[in-house]
């Protein structure tokens, strides 16, 4: 009787064990992972720090300033991170939110001001860097309609100043969807309102650049059709991107990254890559392949000097593979800081 009770208690015991897994392992799949913790380096000399996430913002812009201050553009709203003691961040602060869809695509600091892109226009908010209240957008250059649905990534994107103080910024081709691609007529004919002047643009694609003020306006290279990256390096060489046209993929796949040279005109839309239309003469030499067969939005020159980056990451351009979410940034200490991320909903 004794050894039947045993095995009883032992079948009991078992059963239980048995019957509890399937629940343990329902509890795990409904638990939420850690944040950021599906977030890999494969560099042992590089560190891995999550900053933010939130699931309604998307996060796409960021800019540091010397300060260490971080500021992050999203569909609508414009933050700041201040640094903090453990030297991570504080808490977000809002300084202002742009109508809905405005897509900040670039952030750009001179002094105390803050400049910054949404995919209609450039503006100026004075003093912005260090208020944090009161703060009012002024509108520097602006021309291209706002365009509905997924077109609305087509519009100005990219800010950096360059050498000689001026602030350059990028702009897509807004008639992407016109015509059949093989006429010669594929241009747009756009008016740039800027400070108290205008003038008037034939271009597809394009990278200009205006002074701070707003006054005087020069495009700088033509023939592109979705530019959403700008980064000089130490010796003002100005490099972008120029993202793929993924219903077209026999002409217009992978994306290129480009040298952008003053007067450059990069062939959008009667060509891509030689390889693609090696009939052409006239393509200029660009870099292509798996480090741009997705839409690229972010280019970061590897700083040297007081910032500790690994010696074999200097002297090359850091950008994210994007799916909307994560963008990256070297901060301050020398750390790659991968963060802010989102559901960047279209």
Known sequence: MEKIFRTIAFLAMVWSQLTAFPAEAEDAKTQPLPRFSDYRLVDSELRFVGIDSDATESFLALQLDSAGRLFAGGREALFVYEPSRDGLYQ??????????????????????????????????????????????????????????????????????FGPEGDLYFSAGDNLVGYGDFKRADHWGHWTFFHGNARTPVTTVGMVARISPDGAIFAPVARGLRNCCGLAFDANWNLFGNDNDHESLPNEYVPGRLLNITPHAYFSWPRGWLVEKQPWRADHRAVRKGDIAKREIQDRSPMPEGMIQTPAELRDLLAFPRPCGRCKSKTGPRGTMRVGLMSSCAM
Do not use: C, N
């Open 91 to 160: 808490p977000r602060q809002l300084l202002y939110r742009f109508p809905k869809d405005s897509w900040i695509y670039g952030i750009a600091i001179r002094g105390a001001d803050l400049y910054v892109s949404t995919h209609t226009a450039v503006y100026v908010l004075e003093g912005a860097v260090l208020k944090r209240t009161d703060i009012q957008p002024k509108r520097l250059v602006w021309g291209q309609p706002m365009l509905p649905y997924f077109e609305e990534h087509q519009g100005m994107h990219a800010l950096a």
